[in-house]
């Protein structure tokens, strides 16, 4: 059942390196079936705060709640709950793809691994290389293979990575529309960090603006549009990283 709570409540979330302040105390929530769009150039943070929603991270201040729950003291009852894809996080490469799969199934706890894992091949076109090793994928089916790893627990909250990087346009259309039917029929909540912003223009209905750690902006797609005059957030994104330099 998905939670009523906030799929995400972040409150004051800080990470500091020394005098490097990566994160300085940002605050955000994500709704049950809504996807947030979390943008910035590099060094914006977002990859600090995607790894200190996953525990990898440990924050220097501030709290983070998933699904109603303390990620500080209730991690273990978050994760099973939750998943996560990026193109930048291999898989272990001496297993082929079905191995790979069925291992992460396990591993979640999913009621009839074998079928969920088939299902999930077809749905991603990864048929025809369910047994190649993964080390011998091409960097897009790899991208794929990461894409039906995050959805194997069937996530109440998803956390997205740049999860349609290194897709030809038509496959990147396609997962998108399986992303699509994945929240409409789960009500699984979203929070997708890309550079594809045709990508969030269609996927999101919040879009959070990063700029050295700090929310500098946030709002749906329509509402930046217009508060800054463009016709596409290339142009919104442009214009906040660009006054960020003067």
């Given at each position: 059942?998905v939670?009523?709570?906030?799929a ?6 800080a990470k500091?390196?020394?005098k ?20 910035g150039?590099?060094g914006?943070?977002k ?12 924050p ?14 209730q991690?273990?009852?978050?994760l099973?709950r939750?998943?996560f ?9 001496r ?8 291992v ?9 691994a ?8 077809e749905?991603l076109?990864?048929?025809?290389v ?13 991208t794929?293979?990461s894409l039906?790893k ?11 990575d740049?999860?349609t ?6 496959v990147?259309?396609?997962?998108r529309s399986?992303?699509e039917?994945?929240?409409a ?10 550079h594809?912003?045709g990508?969030?223009e ?5 879009v959070?603006?990063?700029r050295?750690?700090e ?16 016709h ?8 906040i ?6």
């Amino acid at each position: 059942m998905v939670s009523h709570s906030p799929a995400i409540r972040v409150e004051s979330l800080a990470k500091s390196y020394g005098k490097v302040d990566a994160v300085k105390g940002i605050s955000f929530r994500v709704e049950p079936g809504q996807t947030v769009g979390l943008l910035g150039g590099n060094g914006a943070g977002k990859t600090t705060t995607l790894s200190m929603l996953l525990g990898v991270l440990k924050p220097t201040s501030g709290t983070i709640e998933m699904l109603g729950l303390s990620l500080a003291k209730q991690r273990y009852d978050i994760l099973p709950r939750i998943n996560f894809t990026s193109p930048y996080v291999d898989l272990p490469k001496r297993l082929s793809v079905v191995e790979n799969l069925r291992v992460f199934a396990g591993l979640y706890g999913v009621d009839d691994a074998r079928g969920r894992v088939g299902v999930l091949l077809e749905e991603l076109d990864l048929v025809s290389v369910a047994d190649r090793p993964y080390a011998n994928l091409s960097a897009g089916q790899r991208t794929r293979v990461s894409l039906a790893k995050s959805l194997l627990n069937s996530p109440e909250l998803l956390l997205l990575d740049e999860p349609t990087a290194s897709l030809d346009p038509d496959v990147g259309d396609r997962m998108r529309s399986l992303l699509e039917r994945y929240r409409a029929q789960s009500g699984c909540a979203m929070l997708l960090a890309s550079h594809n912003m045709g990508e969030v223009e269609r996927l999101c209905d919040v879009v959070i603006m990063l700029r050295h750690g700090e929310i500098v902006d946030r709002g749906s797609p329509a509402e930046l549009l217009t508060k800054y005059g463009r016709h596409t957030l290339d142009d919104v994104f442009l214009d906040i990283s660009r006054q960020g330099a003067q």
